[in-house]
């Protein structure tokens, strides 16, 4: 299904803070021109928390008609359950392979709270959900228990999972259904996650290093701990910088550089930093960019 390396795209904006429609497309590009399998539109990356209905739904549209081999993975989450649903129906319409729906941020809800919201968006649509966990984001963890009570949802397929608790995830990889995919959404985790029996990555670095992310998780997947390792060597200082303040942060001020978008995101997130861009350009020079 998801299983791989998929980029949790950015959304490009012009200098006047539209949607860079242009941008988006030459990115579909060179994601699928570099071995990314899925692409994920409006996530936390794609900043769909500062977009409008109708900017999401065109964002999700513009991924749809540019894609030429690659699946979509549409962003369609919410912490109200009946907006969740109304996203993820437009975005099964655009025809997304899937949907990527995060569990109810603000509100936290109790376990039982999260599994109805999950049933309901499921329940509502007729392609592939996947569960996007970060407690991080959402001040609210969706529990092993409460996760494999879902994957026997019908419709619920798989688990983008950014707790960071690498003893919850394994519960999760041991106990899932046949089928049932774990993916990262810690690209520094990746690969203790693919090593514990987990099936890929839904990643922010593939955005500027989609070769290099591709290639790590397919050694990662065949076994090949040699490859993986020197991979990991040069890509660890990047997944550190990255996130050197909120994501999407310094991934916008880099794809910037490279000819994405203004490198702006929207309020309340800023720009990157003076005092960060020194260690974000370092970085990257080292690596070639």
Not at 225 to 231: L, Y
Request: charged content about 25%; aromatic content about 4%.
């Amino acid at each position: 299904m998801f299983r791989g390396t998929s980029t949790a795209i950015i959304t490009p904006f012009t200098k006047d803070n539209k949607i860079d429609e242009e941008g988006i497309r030459r990115l579909v590009d060179f994601q699928e021109e570099n071995g990314i399998g899925t692409i994920v539109p409006c996530g936390s990356t794609g900043e769909s928390a500062m977009l409008s209905h109708e900017e999401h739904i065109r964002v999700i549209e513009i991924v749809r008609d540019q894609t030429k081999k690659a699946k979509v993975l549409a962003g369609a989450g919410s912490n109200s359950t009946s907006e969740a649903v109304m996203l993820s129906k437009k975005a099964e319409d655009l025809g997304a392979d899937g949907l990527l729906s995060i569990s109810p941020y603000y509100v936290k809800p109790t376990q039982e709270g999260i599994y109805l919201h999950f049933k309901a968006i499921a329940e509502s649509v007729s392609i592939p959900v996947v569960v996007y966990n970060i407690p991080g984001r959402t001040g609210s963890n969706i529990t092993a228990e409460t996760m494999l009570r879902m994957a026997e949802i019908e419709g619920i397929d798989a688990v983008k999972e950014a707790s960071g608790n690498l003893e919850q995830i394994k519960d999760i990889i041991k106990g899932r259904p046949k089928g049932f995919e774990v993916l990262s959404g810690d690209d520094a985790l990746t690969p203790a996650l693919i090593r514990s029996g987990g099936d890929g990555v839904i990643s922010v670095t593939s955005n500027c290093l989609p070769r290099e992310m591709a290639e790590l998780v397919r050694a990662l997947l065949a076994g090949d701990n040699a490859s993986a390792d020197k991979v990991i060597a040069k890509l660890a200082p990047v997944f550190e910088v990255l996130f050197v303040e909120t994501n999407p942060i310094p991934i916008k001020y880099v794809m910037s550089k490279l000819g994405y978008g203004s490198g702006a995101p929207r309020l309340p997130l800023t720009e990157l930093t003076e005092k960060n861009r020194t260690p974000v350009d370092s970085v990257m020079r080292s690596i070639g960019l």
